[in-house]
């Protein structure tokens, strides 16, 4: 079983940053892929970004690219998300998420295992 717990939602207005955490208890998290999803009210589920076990193997929805930035820290067992730039349309909970094993990179909710309880970022005009 793995527990994912995020940090670092919270009120920002347009144009301004933010960075959300998120920390696993799984005992893999150094070879895990993870990623980030967020759903807005009356929205799907939307993949935002994904991060390999390298450092160097990022993946990023278009509506987020080169305003977002995904990261990990393996000593900490925990994956950032980096938010820049914030827009009105950002306004969402934000879900970190660990795939499974061979999925990692993937867009899919549904190629995810295990998530965390979920972040609110409100993001004000």
């Known amino acids: 079983q793995v527990q994912l717990v995020e940090s670092g939602g919270g009120l920002v207005q347009a144009g301004g940053s933010q960075r959300l955490s998120c920390r696993s208890s799984?005992?893999?998290?150094?070879?895990?892929?993870m990623g980030w999803f967020r759903q807005a009210p009356g929205k799907e589920r939307e993949f935002v970004a994904a991060?390999?076990?390298?450092?160097?193997?990022?993946y990023y929805a278009d509506s987020v690219k080169g305003r977002f930035t995904i990261s990990r820290d393996n000593a900490k067992n925990t994956v950032y998300l980096q938010m820049n730039s914030l827009e009105p349309e950002d306004t969402a909970v934000y879900y970190c998420?660990?795939?499974?094993?061979?999925?990692?990179?993937?867009?899919?909710?549904?190629?995810?295992?295990?998530w965390g309880q979920g972040t609110q970022v409100t993001v004000s005009s």
């Open positions: 998420a660990r795939a499974r094993p061979g999925y990692s990179g993937s867009y899919f909710p549904a190629e995810y295992d295990y």
């Open positions: 799984g005992r893999t998290f150094s070879t895990d892929g």
């Open positions: 991060i390999g076990w390298r450092t160097d193997t990022t």
